[in-house]
């Protein structure tokens, strides 16, 4: 939402600044300097980028227009579902939680959290996990380096996305001058048509500029600094996930675990700790 808000704040203030000094906007409508720009970029990335890095960063821009923000009563409800879970496992035995990390999608326990449940990155990451501790007796300290493995190849994968886009942006006010060098190219070819047709072509070789410029700082940086904070944010969920588990498999009650991974959520979302308390006791404050 303050994405688009955003783009939207953007656009307006250039454009209503620009009218403001006298401008038409009309004269920003430059199709070859969109052309020359769009078509550089698309080939640049695609001169940089395999084929399996493209499909991520098609996959990914879409997730900058969707609300990730977890609230505290989302990571209260996805402690609550774990502690449920883990209360069961010692009432009658891991085994009993089987069927709910096997389909997570049917059970009732990990069904009550919406975002874990449509979440497959945080809701394969519990399950599988749980699949290896189900599987045999694993040693603490072997769970933590097989979660801290999978967390970093979450990370490491995803970083080349972040850097491609961020590349992208800084290129463009490079591209942005590579436009307008033809314009003026074109300028000087026509200069013997008069004053009237050479301010024509050189306005249009500064649209180019503009255009690098504005792309770069005013969207592509911007968005790419976005998308950073919200693949940083589901690597702290995977911490917060990790930490649940670890304390679990450390001999700690599922409440206390509970409270340990309460500790590594950023504190804009933290719930107190009376707040988890009665939410985990199903009273909601």
């Not at 098609?58 to 609300?67: C, H, L, S």
């Not at 961020?166 to 003026?184: E, K, N, Q, T, Y």
């Not at 300028?187 to 013997?192: E, F, K, L, Y």
Request: net charge negative.
């Amino acid at each position: 939402m303050f994405v688009i808000i955003g783009i939207a704040v953007v656009t307006v203030s250039v454009l209503l600044g620009f009218m403001i000094a006298g401008g038409n906007p009309v004269l920003l409508i430059q199709i070859s300097e969109f052309i020359t720009i769009g078509g550089a970029v698309i080939g640049s990335v695609l001169i940089a980028s395999p084929l399996t890095l493209l499909k991520k960063i098609i996959a990914v821009f879409p997730e900058i227009f969707k609300n990730h923000k977890n609230t505290k009563e989302d990571y209260s409800e996805m402690l609550k579902s774990f502690c449920d879970l883990f209360l069961i496992a010692q009432r009658e035995g891991l085994l009993a939680i089987e069927k709910h990390v096997e389909n997570p999608d049917t059970s009732e326990i990990l069904g009550r959290n919406k975002k874990f449940i449509t979440d497959p990155v945080r809701k394969n990451f519990f399950c599988d996990t749980m699949k290896v501790m189900l599987a045999g007796s694993v040693p603490p300290h072997e769970m933590e380096n097989l979660m801290d493995a999978e967390i970093e190849t979450f990370e490491k994968e995803n970083k080349p996305v972040i850097d491609t886009i961020s590349r992208v942006g800084d290129s463009l006010p490079g591209l942005g001058i590579v436009a307008a060098v033809l314009g003026i190219i074109v300028t000087m070819a026509s200069i013997n048509q008069g004053a009237e047709a050479v301010g024509h072509h050189v306005a249009a070789a500064l649209v180019g500029t503009f255009l690098g410029v504005l792309l770069a700082y005013g969207f592509i940086n911007p968005m790419s600094a976005n998308l950073a904070l919200i693949l940083e944010e589901k690597a702290q969920d995977l911490t917060i996930i990790k930490t649940f588990i670890l304390a679990y498999a450390k001999g700690n009650p599922p409440f206390v675990a509970a409270e340990i991974s309460r500790r590594t959520i950023f504190s804009d979302e933290r719930p107190s700790f009376s707040e988890l308390e009665a939410f985990l006791r199903g009273k909601k404050e």
